[in-house]
């Protein structure tokens, strides 16, 4: 039952197969989370329709293609959750902006990671880089993972990275929140490496570095093993020590994964800015849904 003036979970579409898998997934997720779901499309005037010399009726003539988007959107999601609240909206202006403005009234933002212009465009196009990281609330890209990734999956599991920043924090509260609802368990990846240049000469064990890079990581993350008790986080199993680059970590454990979360801030490469080098290629490559967690999720129901 969805709570009254609950914020939604909102969902781009442009009418692709992309968008189609979107807003499948949006609302899943907006039926297990008891929130509506709202769809949204946007319709972009004409690059050369600017405003000191409008072409007449150029929205009006967008317009009803976009209708009919939303329409199919609609169905889509309905037919996926029975019963599910769902509302639509057509918009007018660029689809990064408009998602912008439409978190400021939901609880999370899904996009597709490719699309045929408009919302989901390409992942790491206009739209990726004014949405993910740019919002309070959590952004979804949802990647469809190959066949073969999933059926080498033995175990559901959700995947974070965690740097042991405070900043990890709303990453780790939401993977553990999907992993109670979805009957998962949590995998927590850590990644490390030597100081750069690395030099034998100083008398540094890599494996002693390991050993106490473990050590900080499982003190960090007592609170959470002990406060989320209900979720799996045998953290001598469940938490990979990783020594590398976080890219390669995270999108290694992508493909193990039904869904990979990730800081939009901290302290070093794992949530270093929002759609650098490692945010880039960890949403660019990943072999599942990708989570971007900027803050907590708005709405939901405790």
Request: with cysteine; hydrophobic share 45%.
């Amino acid at each position: 039952m969805t709570e009254p003036f609950s914020d939604p979970v909102v969902v781009g579409t442009d009418g692709s197969a992309g968008a189609t898998r979107a807003v499948e997934w949006a609302a899943d997720h907006a039926g297990l989370r008891g929130l509506p779901l709202r769809v949204v499309h946007a319709v972009e005037r004409l690059p050369y329709d600017v405003p000191r010399y409008p072409i007449p009726d150029s929205y009006d003539r967008l317009a009803p293609s976009g209708r009919q988007i939303l329409d199919h959107a609609e169905q889509v999601a309905r037919d996926r959750r029975p019963g599910l609240d769902v509302t639509t909206e057509l918009a007018e202006g660029r689809p990064g902006r408009v998602l912008r403005d439409q978190a400021a009234r939901a609880a999370e933002v899904v996009l597709g990671s490719h699309g045929a212009g408009g919302f989901p465009g390409m992942l790491l196009g206009s739209v990726g880089n004014h949405v993910a990281g740019h919002v309070a609330v959590p952004v979804v890209v949802v990647r469809p993972a190959p066949p073969e990734a999933v059926a080498e999956i033995a175990v559901a599991e959700i995947a974070v990275g965690f740097d042991c920043s405070e900043a990890s924090g709303p990453a780790l509260a939401y993977a553990f929140e999907e992993a109670r609802l979805r009957g998962h368990r949590v995998r927590i990846v850590c990644a490390w490496e030597p100081p750069v240049p690395y030099a034998p000469v100083i008398g540094v064990d890599p494996d002693d570095m390991r050993r106490a890079a473990e050590d900080y990581a499982r003190v960090e993350l007592r609170p959470w093993q002990g406060g989320h008790a209900e979720v799996k986080t045998e953290l001598d199993t469940e938490l990979d020590m990783v020594r590398g680059h976080p890219v390669a970590a995270l999108i290694e454990a992508s493909s193990r994964a039904v869904m990979l979360v990730v800081g939009s801030h901290g302290r070093n490469a794992f949530t270093a800015a929002v759609l650098g080098s490692v945010s880039r290629a960890v949403l660019a490559h990943a072999h599942c849904p990708v989570a971007v967690v900027r803050g907590a999720m708005r709405g939901a129901r405790s």
